[in-house]
């Protein structure tokens, strides 16, 4: 019975087992687990996973030591002080600090505002050296991402301020106005900042170092004394009685804190650096190991073995002690005499592999990622990927540009513009920035200056910069470029001045003169054969016919008669000298050669156009048609046809028409065989 009530439990054990799933603990575990056996290392978990990263630095320093030491203040006075290390030490590090500053750099220009407001602003901008600042404001943004601008301010003299309201039209400022004249870039490791608890609207406070603390104690200018009477009254207490450890307040209205990717929840941006640092500090020790081994490679070690085993002699230990003295006494010259029991060879490290640069490799890959692969290595990389990275660094300093600009300069701008009484202030621009040679835009900048659209200068500094002018600013140098284009200076290809418009004028009046002339002269010689018609009598008998009536057909042996008219050529009727034809085309050619010499020196222009050339050539064949040969090569006849390109002979005219008309050519051919006839 017992047996009959334990079979069915047993099964049903069975098919719940087959039901669960096999984990480590029970296939590893007997079936009867005891006391003293089990597998712990199925269920132990790590209680140090992510120790690396849990005990890493935090880059900011809370204390409790502000003035008065009634608040706390936070500081990055470490982090920034170790990249500055770095900065100061390593060379990666400072390349790379160093090359993203220098392509930082840009010329800035304004657009927008009135005239005046650009020229104010252009001038102080030279005034402050905006260079050597964005030089200083880039270098320390990318060294320790914070930071912090401190304006100096100057007062206006009465008569700067006079000249300022007449040179640059501001208003509505007072007798006690001030400019800004310089900007400081503070140390943001002596920068603390506390007094909100989000981080957002901070006051920030600068510790006093220990020559600042002594020129406030024993202030040496008027600027020394002035810095101290600013400060609150418990803060100069605390100066006077020797405290050393000081946070002077910073005014909020004269510093600017600009950060480098920090979030509304923390107190300082993170330097870009910083996280390298670890593995610059590991590469610094290798080096340091490997200069520490070279120094002791010639520490050599000579191994000397005497004597023989046990069972075969054994060892003469003063045999041993004499060999040792021997070389340990460096005064007596070393003399050896040994027998088949003594044995010496120097025991020298295998340097190569102590020293082999390969354990290098990991370290400088990870730098190198860390610092921008573009600038620290990426050699034996294909150019499409090359060409990536350049992106993505050249889209990080548009970033860092775009914050100098938004986050310091337009709000300055703005604030000045503000204070100085202008309606409308400019907007501030870096110059393109780009390393690649943009050939297409090139040579549409160079078409617009072609044609007239820019000038030389707009051109010039749209090839070097990319940056094309504003309506506003074109309007004005096309205005003065108009008045120099009508004077004759900078003629375009294409266009040209209004001496141009009434020389084509001219030429198609002349066209137009000498085709009524030939108009005329054609109907005249028609009125001429007509009357030569009419004086022949009406009912005159035709000749008579002499011929008598042969056989009819060819007669036998005669030749076939003439199927073709034989056309003499031009000229058979009258006598014209070929060699005559000649040379006067050859003086003709010359001619127009020299009236195009005198437009290009009229106009200022090294080449002509089609159009030009076109006019030349009218005015060659006028000189040819109304001018002896003699006088073509005369200066003040080729200036008179230039000027007034009208016929001067109409008799000479009138022959060259005819023997136009008359030999079916044109009035240029005409020319020359007119004055080809009896050469």
């Avoid at 008569?159 to 106005?177: A, E, P």
């Amino acid at each position: 019975m017992k047996k009959a009530q334990t079979r069915p439990k047993q099964v049903k054990k069975e098919i719940a087992a087959s039901g669960t799933p096999l984990m480590t603990v029970n296939a590893s575990s007997p079936a009867q687990s005891t006391r003293t056996r089990r597998n712990k290392s199925a269920t132990i978990e790590r209680t140090d996973r992510f120790e690396n990263i849990d005990k890493g630095m935090i880059p900011f320093h809370y204390s409790n030591s502000n003035y008065g030491d009634k608040t706390s203040s936070i500081d990055v006075r470490d982090t920034v002080m170790l990249c500055q290390k770095a900065y100061y030490n390593f060379p990666v590090f400072r390349n790379t600090i160093d090359l993203m500053t220098e392509f930082s750099l840009s010329k800035i220009y304004l657009r927008g505002g009135s005239k005046k407001s650009r020229d104010f602003f252009n001038a102080l901008f030279d005034k402050v050296n905006i260079w050597d600042l964005q030089d200083r404001f880039f270098r320390e943004y990318y060294r320790s991402g914070n930071v912090f601008l401190y304006r100096f301010d100057a007062k206006i003299r009465k008569k700067d301020l006079n000249k300022m309201t007449q040179t640059f039209g501001v208003s509505g400022i007072k007798q006690d106005y001030i400019i800004p004249v310089r900007y400081c870039i503070l140390n943001p490791a002596d920068v603390h900042v506390g007094g909100n608890i989000s981080f957002v609207a901070n006051t920030y406070f600068k510790q006093l170092s220990g020559y600042e603390l002594e020129r406030l104690r024993n202030p040496r200018t008027k600027e020394d004394e002035e810095v101290l009477m600013s400060l609150p009254a418990e803060l100069r207490k605390r100066i006077k009685n020797r405290a050393t450890h000081i946070l002077m307040p910073l005014d909020v209205a004269r510093i600017n804190a600009i950060f480098y990717k920090k979030m509304d929840y923390e107190p300082f941006a993170v330097p870009m650096g910083y996280p390298v640092l670890d593995d610059i500090n590991w590469k610094a020790e290798m080096k340091k190991m490997d200069m520490s081994i070279a120094r002791t490679m010639q520490q050599t070690v000579l191994l000397v073995t005497m004597g023989a085993e046990p069972e075969k002699g054994g060892i003469n230990q003063k045999n041993l002690e004499a060999m040792q003295t021997l070389f340990t006494n460096e005064s007596v010259g070393r003399v050896l005499i040994a027998d088949y029991t003594t044995k010496a060879e120097f025991v020298i490290p295998n340097v190569a592999s102590i020293l082999d640069p390969r354990k290098y490799d990991v370290v400088n890959r990870d730098i190198e990622n860390g610092l921008l692969s573009i600038i620290t290595g990426g050699t034996g990389e294909k150019f499409a990927n090359q060409s990536i990275k350049i992106e993505l660094f050249m889209a990080r300093l548009r970033q860092g540009r775009e914050t100098f600009l938004t986050q310091f300069l337009l709000p300055e701008i703005k604030r000045i513009a503000k204070s100085l009484g202008f309606k409308n202030y400019p907007t501030a621009y870096f110059h393109k920035l780009s390393i690649k040679n943009d050939d297409i835009m090139a040579r549409i900048y160079a078409r617009l200056v072609e044609v007239g659209i820019l000038t030389a200068d707009e051109g010039m500094e749209a090839l070097e910069t990319g940056k094309l002018p504003s309506p506003e600013e074109s309007k004005l140098s096309q205005e003065e470029y108009k008045k120099m284009r009508d004077s004759g200076l900078y003629e375009p290809v294409t266009g040209g001045p209004e001496t141009q418009k009434v020389l084509a004028d001219k030429t198609g009046e002349l066209q137009n003169e000498i085709t009524d002339k030939n108009i005329k002269s054609q109907e005249k010689i028609n009125q001429e054969k007509a009357k030569e018609a009419a004086k022949k009598p009406a009912g005159a008998a035709p000749a008579p016919n002499n011929k008598s009536n042969g056989p009819a057909g060819r007669p036998s042996g005669t030749k076939s008669p003439q199927t073709t008219k034989k056309v003499s050529p031009v000229g058979a009727s009258e006598q014209y000298s070929l060699s005559g034809v000649k040379d006067n085309f050859i003086k003709a050619d010359k001619l127009n050669k020299k009236i195009e010499s005198h437009l290009k020196r009229k106009h200022k222009i090294e080449e002509l156009s089609e159009e030009q050339k076109v006019i030349a050539f009218e005015i060659t064949k006028l000189i040819v048609a109304n001018e002896n040969v003699e006088d073509w090569v005369k200066l003040p006849k080729i200036k008179s046809y230039i000027k007034n390109p009208v016929d001067t002979n109409p008799d000479r005219v009138k022959e060259i028409q005819e023997i136009s008309y008359a030999h079916q050519v044109d009035d240029y051919l005409a020319s020359i065989l007119y004055i080809s006839k009896g050469a």
